[in-house]
Structure formats: C-alpha cells, structure tokens
C-alpha cells in the first residue's frame, strides 16, 4: 500500500519525504527509484510507478530530493544525490531489498535526475531507464530562453544567473549536468534513454539532450553526428541512413524511429512527443540483473500507453 513516509537523509540531518510502496511477501524483492518530474514534488501523481511496481511486486520509493528545479537546492544539487543515495539506503534498510535488481527511473526533470544519478553514483544501480532527460543545463537555458516557456528563467534561480553571463552559473549548471558526469559511469552501469522524435516542438526538451548522453557514454564509433543531431531536432525525423531496421513490440503503436546500442547504453527515438511509456521501461528494467550482461533484446508486446510528462 502505497505511504507517505520520511527518512534521515546524511548530508544535513534532515528528515525528508517521499512516497513508499512495499512489495508484498518477505523473500527479497527488486526496488525501483521513481523520481518527480522538474516543476513538481513528492506530491505529485506517481501512480505510473505504482502501478508498474505493483505488476511486478517490487518495491517503490517516489522521494523529493529536494522539490521543484528552480530551487538552487534542488535541480541535481549535492544535496539530491546525497537524498537519493539515502532513500536506496533507507529501503535496504527497511525492507528485504534484491541488491541485484535496483533500478532508477524518471523522465523529463526526473529524467535529467536519472542521467545524473547513473553518472554520479553508477555502483547504486543495477540499470537505469531515463525518458526525455535533460543532459545539459547550461544549453537547456538557451533552448528555453529561445523558446520562452519559463524554464530559462527556473535554470537561473537555481544556478544563481544565467549561465552564458555569469561564470559562477556557468559552473553551476556544468555541476548539475549529467554529461558532466557520465564519463565516469562509461561501462560502469546501464542505461537505457528514450524519447518521443517530437520532443521540443510538442515538448519542452529538445531531442539533441537524450542524444548528446548516449553519445557520453558510447564507443566513438556509435556516436551521433552533431550534422545528424540538428537534422533530427529541426525537422522531427530521422534521417535516411538512421533510420530503423525493425521495431519493438514492447512500444507497440508508437514506431521505433531509431535505435542504436553501444557499450551499456542504448538510445530510442519513438513516435512521440515529451512522454514517457512506463510499462515499457518496466518491461526492460524487469529483464536486468547486476552481475549478468545487459539484456538489449526487444521487449514483449504489451499494452504501451503513452503519458506525457508534466512540466
């Protein structure tokens, strides 16, 4: 049953949020991390999570870390990864946990979070499933800044100005950043990053943000051109000698556009917008153990319903 619970979080001896939901039964079960979206809380809908968790009996902690992203104590602060590491913490603590089985999940804000965490902290998880993430704050501010839809303006508030005027925001959005980071998690963890082909048009994100991880964390050979990049982000497709060989029937009605895997990440580009296919990023962390090789096989058909992300 789905709680509101709080757990002691190190880095300042606060006591903060989150919502908890125990698997059933005493044997040890996976856990799965599911994080808000940017502009939202621990008291946002998480019942895409629970939903999934209780398909597939695992545990599920939803926290704060921190709240809404123009909080210059959240947006992927050191306060947030010390938060997350101690929600995991909390869970192994209370409950009878798999260790091999501990997974992260989130889009769009949580999505950004998620890249974050796998680079940060990339013995934590078994994998990590990330859906439209933000992987580059600083450029972040000026796609949003171009396109007025307020976001520049929560970037800001959180790295103290803006980062193309002040050196000192600069070096706070290049903290907050996951491609920052990821080098350090190259092989060390696996991930999974997804995206609708419409994203920055019908959403907030601009697909080059999902694309540029990939390639942080990718063999030089499977990486994307940034020719490619501005291509796919201008136009909405995918172009010609990128496109995919087949699809996925996890995805369902929503056609695999692109798919390319390398090292221990892998990158799809879907029909869609700003969204998030939760049944589908469970059906894939469900097929990942540590200690095995990543299982990149296509899913199995499933009833694949888009959310769209909230802002």
């Not at 079960?29 to 629970?50: E, G, K, Q």
């Not at 979070?113 to 439209?132: E, G, K, N, Q």
């Not at 082909?197 to 994100?205: A, F």
């Not at 390639?215 to 796919?232: C, G, H, Q």
């Amino acid at each position: 049953m789905l709680k509101k619970i709080e757990y002691f979080c190190k880095v300042d001896g606060s006591m903060q949020p989150a919502m908890c939901q125990p698997a059933a039964g005493e044997e040890p079960r996976p856990l799965m991390v599911a994080l808000h979206t940017w502009s939202f809380t621990v008291d946002a809908d998480c019942s895409m999570y629970t939903s999934v968790a209780e398909k597939y009996n695992w545990h599920m902690i939803f926290p704060h870390f921190r709240g809404q992203n123009w909080l210059p104590e959240a947006c992927g602060s050191d306060l947030v990864v010390s938060d997350l590491e101690d929600a995991v913490a909390y869970m192994c603590s209370t409950y009878n946990v798999d260790p091999s089985r501990i997974y992260l999940v989130g889009g769009s804000g949580g999505g950004h979070c998620s890249l974050l965490m796998a680079a940060r902290r990339p013995d934590l998880w078994t994998a990590v499933s990330a859906w439209c993430p933000i992987s580059d704050v600083a450029l972040w501010h000026k796609q949003s800044s171009v396109r007025r839809n307020g976001y520049a303006n929560h970037i800001s508030n959180a790295c103290g100005g803006d980062p193309a005027l002040s050196a000192s925001a600069n070096m706070s959005a290049r903290l907050r950043s996951p491609l920052t980071w990821l080098p350090n998690a190259v092989d060390k963890v696996t991930v999974d990053i997804s995206t609708g082909i419409h994203d920055g048009h019908t959403g907030s994100v601009p697909i080059g943000q999902a694309v540029r991880a990939f390639n942080a964390l990718a063999e030089e050979k499977d990486r994307i051109s940034e020719e490619d990049i501005a291509y796919m982000e201008e136009n909405e497709k995918v172009p010609e000698h990128l496109a995919a060989k087949e699809g996925d029937p996890a995805f369902g009605k929503y056609t695999v556009h692109f798919r390319r895997q390398s090292k221990r990440v892998r990158l799809t580009l879907f029909e869609g917008g700003h969204d998030i296919l939760p049944a589908v990023s469970a059906e894939w962390l469900n097929r990942q153990v540590s200690g095995a090789e990543p299982d990149w096989s296509t899913g199995k058909a499933i009833e694949s319903v888009a959310s769209e992300l909230s802002k």
